[in-house]
C-alpha cells in the first residue's frame, strides 16, 4: 500500500494563527481526503481533493476555513486559518489507493490554546 | 444521512480471549466496509475490507462477516495479546463517502 507522511506530526498553535499540514504520497494517487477527528470523537471528512480541481467541502466546512491545494498527484496541503481552541483536533489525509479502498496517514496532532 | 455506531464503547479482557466487536449502519445500499486500528494519538490503520458482495474476511487472527442486508458487521479477533490494545472503528462507504463509527477501544489485559 501506498506510504503516506505528514508534516507536522503535532503543533501547539495560538488563537488567531494559521498553520498549513502538509500530506505527502510515496505514488500518484487521483483522489485525496481530508479528515478532522475532535478529542474522543470519531473522524468527520473535511473535503475531497483531486488533482487539478478545486477541492469539494463537505456540510460545515468552508474554503475559507479550511484552504486546500493539490498541486500534483502526490501532495496536498490543508490550511487551518484563524485558529479557535474548538480546532484543536487530529487532522488526517488519506488516499483511496485501490478504487473505494483508502488508506490514511499518520495524522498531525493540533493543539489551540 | 448513514449513521455507523459501534457497541461496546469499551471492552477489557484478559489475554488470550477472544474478541467480538460490533457495528451497525442504517444505510444498507454501502459499496464496502472497512475495519481500521487506531493507536493512540496516531493515524489509522487498515485491517479489512469487505467488498458488499462478500460475507467475510479473514486476515490472521482477524474475521470481518457482513450482513448487509440487516446492517451489520462483526470483527472477531482470536487470541488476543496486549498488543491488541488499541481503538478500533469499523466504516462504510457509499455515495462515495466514508462514514465512521465512534470506534470500540479495546484494552487487552497481561
Known amino acids: 500500500s501506498a506510504v503516506i507522511s505528514q508534516k507536522p506530526s503535532r503543533d501547539i498553535c495560538q488563537r488567531g494563527t494559521s498553520l498549513t499540514i502538509q500530506c505527502q504520497v510515496d505514488?500518484?494517487?487521483?483522489?485525496m481526503f481530508w479528515y478532522r477527528q475532535q478529542p474522543g470523537q470519531s473522524l468527520t471528512l473535511i473535503a475531497t481533493?483531486?488533482?487539478?480541481?478545486?477541492?469539494?467541502?463537505e456540510s460545515g466546512f468552508v474554503i475559507d476555513k479550511f484552504p486546500i491545494s493539490r498541486p500534483n498527484l502526490t501532495f496536498s496541503t490543508l490550511t487551518v486559518s484563524n485558529m479557535s481552541p474548538e480546532d484543536s483536533s487530529i487532522y488526517l489525509c488519506s488516499v483511496e489507493e485501490r478504487p473505494y479502498e483508502q488508506y490514511f496517514g499518520p495524522g498531525t496532532r493540533l493543539t489551540v490554546t | 444521512k448513514q449513521e455507523v455506531t459501534q457497541i461496546p464503547a469499551a471492552l477489557s479482557v484478559p489475554e488470550g480471549e477472544n474478541l467480538v466487536l460490533n457495528c451497525s449502519f442504517t444505510d444498507s445500499a454501502i459499496y464496502n466496509l472497512q475495519w481500521f486500528r487506531q493507536d493512540p494519538g496516531k493515524g489509522l490503520t487498515s485491517l479489512l475490507l469487505i467488498q458488499s458482495s462478500q460475507r467475510e474476511q479473514t486476515s490472521g487472527r482477524l474475521n470481518a462477516s457482513l450482513d448487509k442486508s440487516s446492517g451489520r458487521s462483526t470483527l472477531y479477533i482470536a487470541a488476543s495479546q496486549p498488543g491488541d490494545s488499541a481503538t478500533y472503528l469499523c466504516?462504510?462507504?457509499?455515495?462515495?463517502?466514508?462514514?465512521f463509527g465512534a470506534g470500540t477501544t479495546v484494552t487487552v489485559r497481561a
Open positions: 481533493a483531486n488533482q487539478g480541481s478545486e477541492a469539494t467541502y
Open positions: 505514488s500518484q494517487v487521483t483522489m
Open positions: 466504516a462504510v462507504l457509499n455515495d462515495y463517502k466514508l462514514s
